[in-house]
């Protein structure tokens, strides 16, 4: 007809389908290996996606074939550009150094959940106070000035009360960003984003197993000083962290803080 073939029944062909394998196979998705005449090279630890939504770390030059964190499907070679992440000490949130982290009305606990590469990670929690928990992730000047930074970490609800509910990240306010204080809230519970990011930054969520969830935000440096960095606070759906009020066993857990120089972010870095 005029607007396509509309077939009842089933349709059968007579082909004749090849039986040999190719010389050189391609289908990554399907291998999930290189054939050896395949050289491979990629500088520095990286991470990957396995079938069960697991974050693997490996070493350079050691292919990576990514997986969906929640369908477990094969999504072939996971080739990308060269990045650094900005914070030295990715996973541990008790160092402190030019990169650093600090907490307001808050305290970072120590080993307090399971990572979602497997390990131990640690949490910033409530300790009983109310007001603004906020972890500060403090690069400094180890960035570029008006350069485009992708900011990203996972993070997952202590337990499921609703003062954990929603978070946001946000430029330090007075860092040196074009645009302060831009932000862009979460929800932990059903991993989507309660408001629209602030304009000239954009923002996303991923969703990994067991409750975790990888959020960022994109934003462009300013003149670059050394309080340069960003936030993550725990907030109402409204994203005000004014007056949240936690207790010792409420709080986020916090796995894998990573900036690169970008308008996207590419997989964790360690």
């Not at 007809?1 to 389908?17: M, P």
């Not at 949130?93 to 982290?101: A, G, N, R």
């Not at 809230?185 to 304009?199: I, K, Y």
């Not at 004014?242 to 010792?248: G, H, I, P, R, V």
Request: some cysteine; overall charge negative.
């Amino acid at each position: 007809t005029s607007t396509g073939v509309h077939v009842t029944g089933e349709v059968s062909a007579s082909q004749d389908y090849p039986d040999f394998r190719p010389r050189l196979d391609f289908n990554f998705a399907v291998e999930k290996k290189l054939d050896p005449r395949i050289a491979y090279y990629r500088s520095g630890p990286a991470s990957f996606t396995d079938k069960l939504g697991k974050v693997v770390l490996v070493g350079e030059d050691v292919p990576r074939f990514d997986h969906d964190p929640m369908t477990g499907e094969c999504k072939g070679l996971l080739m990308e550009v060269t990045r650094t992440n900005m914070i030295t000490y990715s996973t541990d949130y008790t160092q402190s150094s030019l990169y650093q982290f600090s907490s307001y009305e808050g305290a970072i606990s120590e080993n307090l959940g399971t990572a979602p590469d497997g390990s131990q990670t640690d949490a910033l929690i409530g300790e009983g106070n109310t007001g603004r928990h906020t972890l500060y992730i403090k690069v400094g000047t180890s960035l570029s000035n008006s350069t485009k930074y992708s900011m990203s970490i996972f993070v997952k609800r202590v337990s499921d009360h609703s003062n954990e509910r929603y978070c946001r990240l946000e430029t330090a306010s007075y860092s040196s960003w074009t645009h302060a204080g831009a932000s862009a809230t979460f929800d932990l519970s059903n991993g989507t984003e309660v408001t629209s990011a602030s304009a000239n930054i954009t923002s996303g969520i991923e969703t990994y197993p067991d409750g975790w969830y990888r959020i960022s935000m994109t934003s462009t440096t300013g003149t670059v000083a050394a309080g340069t960095g960003f936030y993550l606070n725990i907030t109402n759906s409204s994203g005000s962290s004014a007056s949240t009020t936690l207790t010792s066993s409420q709080g986020l857990l916090m796995y894998g803080t990573q900036m690169e120089a970008g308008d996207f972010i590419t997989s964790f870095i360690p």
